[in-house]
């Protein structure tokens, strides 16, 4: 049924060109490939995109340097920034869940980029939403993404591992700083009781500092999960914030 879905004609959900398969068309696809390799920075533990400031040795940024994240890897499809960020603003804010399949897709690319080759005993799940942020949009970004990406990847999805914790959390996110995140994700997640997983792959949207991944990944850990994978569809580049 994929396969025949994918030979439909259709026009690009970026720049309308014709293409097939209500995805990208081929120049949209090679200019995000471009987009995200042709950086002057990247760092390759939480993959921030920046003009200066990496350790050239280690390929670290500074934060990385000073304060490790919990997860064992971190793919990220894009850089949040135009064109592909409109995607974003389309299936979140725009309710566009057709956009979901493509957006795994890309996702599902990305750890390919990476290289990355997945233990067997892994399960999939999502960072909750904050329940201001369901109640509005009516459904959770990340676990749509995750949903299809669990599909794709031929790995079972759990939707029920993680919960936040109330009510300091319920402030969001985005009206803190950079340094005020870390702080107050520190003990975001509760662990909702069920057996561990060997291996964990967390799916969120959007990562801007990494320390809502950071703390989910921790609360895992410490409720025996052996390692972490992450996986986001876009990473907010620190120019930004
Ligand atoms: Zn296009
Ligand atoms: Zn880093």
Not at 131 to 153: H, I, K, V
Request: aromatic share 8%.
């Amino acid at each position: 049924m994929d396969a025949l879905r994918q030979r439909i004609p259709t026009a690009c959900v970026l720049c309308g060109e014709r293409t097939q398969g209500g995805g990208l068309c081929s120049f949209c696809v090679a200019d995000w490939h471009y987009r995200y390799k042709h950086v002057r920075w990247r760092c390759q533990r939480c993959k921030v995109a920046q003009l200066s400031g990496v350790c050239r040795a280690q390929q670290l940024c500074q934060r990385c340097l000073v304060q490790p994240q919990a997860w064992h890897a971190l793919a990220v499809a894009f850089d949040y920034v135009a064109p592909l960020d409109s995607l974003i603003w389309r299936f979140k804010n725009y309710h566009q869940l057709r956009l979901a399949p493509m957006l795994a897709r890309m996702m599902q690319q990305a750890m390919w980029r990476d290289g990355w080759e997945l233990p067997t005993a892994m399960v999939v799940t999502a960072i909750p939403s904050r329940r201001q942020a369901l109640r509005r949009r009516g459904f959770n970004p990340a676990m749509e993404l995750a949903r299809y990406l669990a599909r794709y990847l031929g790995l079972p999805l759990a939707s029920d591992l993680l919960a936040l914790t109330q009510p300091k959390a319920d402030q969001a996110q985005k009206h803190r700083t950079q340094s005020q995140r870390w702080v107050h994700a520190q003990h975001a997640f509760v662990w909702r009781g069920a057996p561990p997983p060997e291996t964990l792959l967390l799916v969120d949207d959007v990562l801007t500092t990494g320390s809502t991944l950071h703390s989910a990944a921790c609360c895992a850990l410490n409720h025996g999960v052996k390692q972490v994978y992450a996986v986001t569809l876009a990473r907010v580049p620190w120019s930004m914030l």
